[in-house]
């Protein structure tokens, strides 16, 4: 309960130091981001309805279904690799933001540090997808007996686990703590990260399932900013129980 509570703290917080530190201009890349992902989908569109024919064929439907399952899948790894390589930059300035408020330490530009926040962005995401795709395979293979509803929200708790832990792993670094060392707190509050990427993927994966696009865009340009200031409140809040 205490981690819920947390969690509710920081999400007010969060929206609060978004206007409290001006913050909001941070926020351009991302939204220019949102747009150009926009295109690949309306392109992932078009190239689905010239395929719905395959559906009225016994042996291509699987094809078919194939396809729609493998676009859902790599537009969720692409935007992965966008929130922890390409916007690597923003979210660590946001993470040095709101440990200034918290702490009043400040943080002084620095290409070495951007450089090393990137380097270690990779590193994570690596070992990410290691594990990602391994415990997938693992619960591709359950599914065969629990079914295709357990696959679908399996998949999710796993990607949103490893999302959650990327979104800490800005705090992580900016308090000295290893690469290899930050698994560690991976493990001990798996529930923490574990919420955390559930806001991530229900903001992304819902307004997709369901085609609601403006949503789906809100959620690419607002939601991993905020996950990242949510995420570094809580980890400097409760560091001593954490």
Sequence with gaps: MFAFRSIFSSIKYAVLLVFKKNVLPYFIPSIILAVLFYTVVLAGGSIQSRLDFMQNYWGLKWIYSFFNESISFISIVFFEFIILVALTPINSILAEKTIEDITGITYQFSWRVLIKSIRRAIVVLTIMFFFQFLFLAIIWIASMLLGKVFYEYASILNLSFFIGFSFF??????????????????????????????????????????????????????????????????????????
């Design 169 to 242: 792993d800005f705090a992580l670094e900016l308090d000295d703590i290893k690469a290899k060392n930050s698994w560690g707190f991976a493990k001990r509050n798996w529930l923490y990260c574990l919420v955390i990427g559930l806001i991530f993927s229900c903001s992304i994966y819902i307004p997709q399932k369901h085609e609601m696009l403006m949503i789906y865009l809100v959620g690419i340009s607002i939601v991993p900013h905020l996950l990242t200031i949510i995420s570094t409140h809580i980890y400097y809040s409760n560091k001593a129980n954490l």
